[in-house]
């Protein structure tokens, strides 16, 4: 019992959740093939065990993608040292069945109860980070922020109304004439598309242009 | 008058001595012992003749089952053969002191087998035997009237009306050593099973000190008897497991069942199905079946799905498991700061 509560005396009020994606692991597995990219797996998680302090979780939570739970952090500080001294530990790369692999990691972080006051929450906001991080290079991460989660929520509200967009017919093509200067008379119209939305109103494509880039709707236009 | 009293007390105090006997005695005593015991004694003190005989429903007949086997020759023996009663009310001997007595379920004393009607069956035989006067006594377990105890006598009127609250007490004691031996034998069977065969099986006193302990505990725990005897239960406890509920259990006299972590002498840990019972005098039973191989096998299986196969790291659902635990833990420490307490429950390691 003494124990117990001498270790609620001292718990930090800081915990953190990071999500550690494979930097392109998909072409690991094009070229070595499956077996090679499950060693290769393997071989991450034990240098994982080794990196992190023994009181963090770690765990898979995808095919390439890795959830470490650290706790009692005494703030921000602490993660971001984790996260050099991960970047260090994977310098030196993997020898797996005399094939050597360099890897790198993207990561998103969500601290605890700052980002979320639940699991679910805290998950899903590291998800957002990563997300973030994955438009970055090798071993860039992000935290999460009140900025990347309203862009977030942005971006998913715009891409369900974009999807009912292009059924309904909301996109208005507004013809734009420009003229010969020496003859001033009209040569040719740019076409100029405008999302007239019911529901959200009228839209600047410097707003949607972006999400049908990032969600691949942009061919649908 | 004065000797015959005098004969009367003796012979109380030899069935008394045999009764406080049988109930100290050893386990090779029973109950058949005891009556057999109980017809010997009778017939060195004054009584002629005795019998016990045990009511058979089947034929619907008292039949003789017990009789003085020593230094008795077979004059006496012989007046067995017209003891076969019958309570059928069609039957004379329905009439006679054992169908009596059985049926009312009370002492019937013949002062004078010679004048007594009631004895006209067997008359003649009796006389021929010396018998001049019988007590007859009821023979109950539990409550329940099971047969009759009749003793006889040379004298006429060694048994007498005047006698009968004494040997009504006496037929009173008979019950309660027949119960006695039941319940003597009942826990030598118990305790012969549950120490054989339980692997935790001791008795404490509210000290906790351990006051029995059984056989196989002492195997599985690799104890001697006198390690352990007279020692605190707390010998087998294991500093990883947390016993405050079963000590909780144990202040308070009330029950308690758990899988609880013991250790051995050696150090191992053993788990135990555990229910701790208090018992008579403020003592305790702790009573219990190692479950360490089925603990084992539910922990490699727990392990196993919350396993990620490839790389051997926790699972997705563990880790959200962990992740919810970590965050409610974080969020309660947040209440504390303001104020509040936190719960018991995992913390983190």
Excluded at chain 2, 110 to 128: F, Q, T, Y
Aim: proline share 3%; glycine share 6%.
């Amino acid at each position: 019992m003494n124990a117990i509560n001498t270790g609620k005396a001292n718990y930090n009020r800081l915990g953190a959740f990071i999500l550690a994606d494979i930097y392109r692991f998909t072409y690991i597995n094009d070229v070595y093939g499956f077996d090679i990219g499950d060693e290769l797996l393997k071989a991450v998680g034990r240098k994982l065990r080794d990196i992190f302090r023994p009181t963090d979780i770690i765990g898979r939570v995808s095919s390439d993608t890795f959830g470490i739970i650290l706790t009692d952090l005494k703030d921000k500080e602490d993660v971001i040292m984790l996260l050099d001294r991960l970047r260090k530990a994977f310098e030196q790369p993997f020898n797996i069945n005399g094939n050597i692999i360099s890897l790198a990691m993207q990561m998103g972080i969500a601290i605890f109860p700052d980002n979320g006051k639940s699991a679910k929450e805290v998950y899903k906001n590291a998800d957002i980070s990563l997300a973030k991080a994955k438009k970055g290079t090798e071993w860039s991460y992000v935290f999460f922020s009140d900025d990347l989660n309203s862009k977030a929520s942005q971006f998913l509200l715009y891409k369900t109304h974009l999807e009912k967009a292009f059924e309904k017919g909301d996109f208005v093509i507004y013809y734009q004439p420009y003229f010969d200067i020496n003859t001033l008379c009209i040569a040719g119209f740019e076409a100029l598309t405008r999302w007239k939305s019911e529901e959200l109103g009228f839209i600047s494509p410097m707003h949607f242009i972006p999400i049908l880039e990032e969600s691949g709707l942009r061919t649908s236009l | 008058m004065e000797n015959k009293i005098v004969k009367l007390y003796r012979l109380m105090r030899a069935i008394n001595q045999e009764i406080v006997r049988s109930v100290n005695a050893s386990t090779s005593y029973d109950e058949a012992s005891f009556f057999e015991h109980l017809c010997d004694i009778v017939v060195k003190h004054f009584v002629k003749f005795a019998f016990i005989g045990f009511y058979i429903k089947s034929i619907n007949k008292i039949v003789p089952a017990y009789y003085p086997k020593k230094s008795l020759d077979n004059m006496y023996l012989d007046y067995l053969k017209f003891l076969e009663i019958s309570l059928d009310e069609s039957d004379i001997r329905s009439k006679g002191p054992a169908a009596t007595c059985f049926k009312t379920n009370s002492v019937v004393i013949i002062e004078d087998i010679e004048k007594d009607p009631r004895m006209i069956p067997w008359k003649e035989e009796a006389l021929k035997r010396g018998f001049r006067s019988s007590a007859t006594l009821p023979i109950r377990k539990n409550g329940d009237i099971i047969g009759v105890f009749e003793m006889y006598a040379d004298e006429i009127n060694f048994f007498q009306e005047e006698e009968r609250s004494l040997l009504e007490e006496l037929a009173i004691d008979i019950e309660m050593t027949l119960n006695a031996i039941k319940t003597h034998w009942l826990f030598q069977a118990i305790e012969s099973g549950l120490s054989s065969y339980m692997d935790l099986f001791i008795m404490t006193d509210n000290d906790g000190k351990i006051l029995y302990v059984g056989d196989k505990t002492l195997k599985v725990f690799g104890y001697d008897k006198g390690e352990l005897l007279g020692k605190k239960v707390d010998i087998l406890f294991n500093y990883l497991f947390n016993y405050k509920d079963l000590l909780e259990a144990i202040s308070q006299a009330k029950e308690y069942s758990s899988i609880v972590l013991f250790r051995t002498k050696q150090n191992k840990n053993v788990y135990v199905d555990l229910a701790v019972v208090p018992i008579a005098n403020e003592n305790f039973i702790f009573i219990g079946k190692d479950v360490s191989k089925e603990k084992s096998l539910e922990e490699q299986m727990h392990f196993l799905l919350n396993q990620d196969p490839v790389t051997g790291l926790f699972s997705y659902s563990f880790l959200m498991a962990e992740l919810d635990m970590h965050v409610r833990r974080v969020l309660e420490m947040s209440e504390w700061g303001r104020g509040g307490e936190p719960s018991d429950g995992g913390f983190p390691r």
